[in-house]
T-cell receptor, first 115, second 112 residues
Framework: GESVGLHLPTLSVQEGDNSIINCAYS??????FIWYKQESGKGPQFIID?????DKRQGQRVTVLLNKTVKHLSLQIAATQPGDSAVYFC??????????????FGQGTILTVHP | DGGITQSPKYLFRKEGQNVTLSCEQN?????MYWYRQDPGQGLRLIYY???????QKGDIAEGYSVSREKKESFPLTVTSAQKNPTAFYLC???????????FGQGTRLTVV
């Protein structure tokens, strides 16, 4: 999951395993959530998004689950590959009020995939 | 090729100097953002703009300034008032503020 401070959570998996990365978001008014992947020295890359009227959304090899009751988001990666090694961030967007358009990021999780 | 272009990729600044980071997009996106990333940490929002000639402060706007005179461009100035400017700066844009943001490749600023 996410943490405060300088040390990012880490997840190490073997190639071919499934990976689950967790995120606890902060604002109960947030209605749009995004997962990003960031490789070293590069900008974040969009993976998948979900709106608050959904509990689950699937993409290619990825699934995002949203539990609004406990303000929890997860990213599942099926058949993880070495190329999936990166830092993964969740981001939340509050759809109204003074924070409209403000995309807030979590601290990130380092995923390492071993061949 | 559509996308977001940040320049330069690496930038060195002497203490006490202002420096401007460029961000240009040809995606016809209305919303643009500037984030700061420190080693081992997440992204923190500096400024964002939902439309031309309008922008709002993010969580860490002190010591920074922006302008949005054109839809395609959202330059960030790091002023001498920013006490710890060494960081990785990321620009992003989205078609509207309620959609996914796409990022540039970043500018690494180092104060020497």
């Amino acid at each position: 999951g996410e943490s405060v401070g300088l040390h990012l959570p880490t997840l190490s998996v073997q190639e071919g395993d499934n990976s689950i990365i967790n995120c606890a978001y902060s604002n109960s008014a947030s209605d749009y959530f995004i997962w990003y992947k960031q490789e070293s020295g590069k900008g974040p890359q969009f993976i998948i998004d979900i709106r608050s009227n959904m509990d689950k959304r699937q993409g290619q090899r990825v699934t995002v689950l949203l539990n609004k009751t406990v303000k929890h988001l997860s990213l599942q990666i099926a058949a993880t590959q070495p190329g999936d090694s990166a830092v993964y961030f969740c981001a939340e967007n509050t759809g109204g009020g003074t924070s409209y358009g403000k995309l807030t990021f979590g601290q990130g999780t380092i995923l390492t995939v071993h061949p | 090729d559509g996308g977001i272009t940040q320049s330069p990729k690496y930038l060195f600044r002497k203490e006490g100097q202002n420096v401007t980071l460029s961000c240009e997009q040809n995606l016809n996106h209305d919303a643009m953002y500037w984030y700061r990333q420190d080693p081992g940490q997440g992204l923190r929002l500096i400024y964002y703009s939902q439309i031309v000639n309008d922008f709002q402060k993010g969580d860490i706007a002190e010591g920074y300034s922006v302008s949005r005179e054109k839809k395609e461009s959202f330059p960030l100035t790091v002023t001498s008032a920013q006490k710890n400017p060494t960081a990785f700066y990321l620009c992003a844009s989205s078609i509207d503020p309620d959609r996914e943001a796409f990022f540039g490749q970043g500018t690494r600023l180092t104060v020497v």
